[in-house]
């Protein structure tokens, strides 16, 4: 049952809806040579098509789709071509996008400004180019979050979710603070919200309840802190669990593994 989100009131935003995320998730972008095998391993183009303009293509969750890739460059001349991968808890993000990005720059200047650059370090290369064109890739995909976000490209998920003037707020106090007990009722209140009203539209837009949204992204956390060699009872208490043995089983519901396993791969004792 549909819900109309025009009754709720939207509150002014007091927070970067995007920082907290992007200073968590790693974006890793890597240039590909203009040729056929290389280009059709890619995700990311930067493509001129008949009519003389430029487009940005994006594939979020398939970094290896040749069928696609060759569907997407047909009739087109690709200017600039990468392979981009969402790790850490970013790869929440890889899914919250839609499969399909197009973006035709002359209606994005933001976007457009950063491709030209790519562009031009791709057709002419000099010292360092392959590190500024992997740098600008990763810049132009934070920037394209950005846009997916302003724009209301995405119907569900979290980029839906975090256009949205209330639930972005809460979604906001959860990647900031995941160590804190909320509680419906407190992101209902940060959001601006009665209980009722957040509960069903968060259900709604993201597509899982509160609860389930907070210990995904604490799990994500963990899963990020543990591979870095963090010790789990660290670990336990700085993404919110009440204690190593609580992070210990829902770590193994939620990843078929144990924490004290990736302990012994990174050297650490849990």
Wanted: hydrophobic content about 45%; proline content about 5%.
């Amino acid at each position: 049952m549909a819900t109309a989100l025009a009754e709720v009131k939207p509150r002014e935003l007091r927070y970067d809806r995007l920082s907290s995320l992007i200073e968590r998730f790693k974006v890793e972008a890597h240039i590909l040579k203009n040729t056929e095998d290389e280009v059709l391993q890619g995700n990311f183009f930067i493509l001129r098509c008949m009519q003389g303009f430029r487009k940005l293509v994006f594939l979020p969750a398939s970094p290896n789709n040749p069928t696609e890739v060759k569907r997407i460059c047909q009739d087109t001349v690709v200017l600039a071509g990468a392979r981009v991968e969402f790790g850490g808890p970013g790869s929440q993000l890889s899914t919250a996008l839609p499969d399909y990005v197009e973006i035709y720059l002359k209606d994005a200047p933001e976007l457009e400004s950063l491709a030209a650059l790519v562009v031009e370090e791709v057709l002419s290369p000099r010292c360092g180019s392959a590190a500024v064109i992997n740098r600008l890739c990763e810049v132009v995909v934070i920037r394209l979050l950005r846009h997916a976000v302003r724009s209301g490209v995405a119907c569900s998920g979290l980029i839906a979710g975090l256009a949205h003037p209330n639930l972005a707020q809460a979604l906001v106090a959860i990647h900031e603070d995941p160590s804190k007990q909320w509680r419906l009722e407190s992101l209902a209140e940060v959001a601006g919200m009665s209980r009722t009203q957040f509960a069903v539209h968060f259900k709604e837009v993201m597509g899982e309840t509160p609860g389930s949204y907070l210990s995904n992204w604490r799990l994500a956390l963990a899963k990020l802190d543990l591979e870095a060699g963090r010790p789990l009872k660290s670990v336990a208490a700085r993404v919110g669990f009440a204690s190593p043995t609580a992070l210990s089983r829902a770590y193994q519901r939620r990843y078929n593994e144990l924490p004290r396993n990736v302990a012994l791969k990174t050297g650490v004792a849990a």
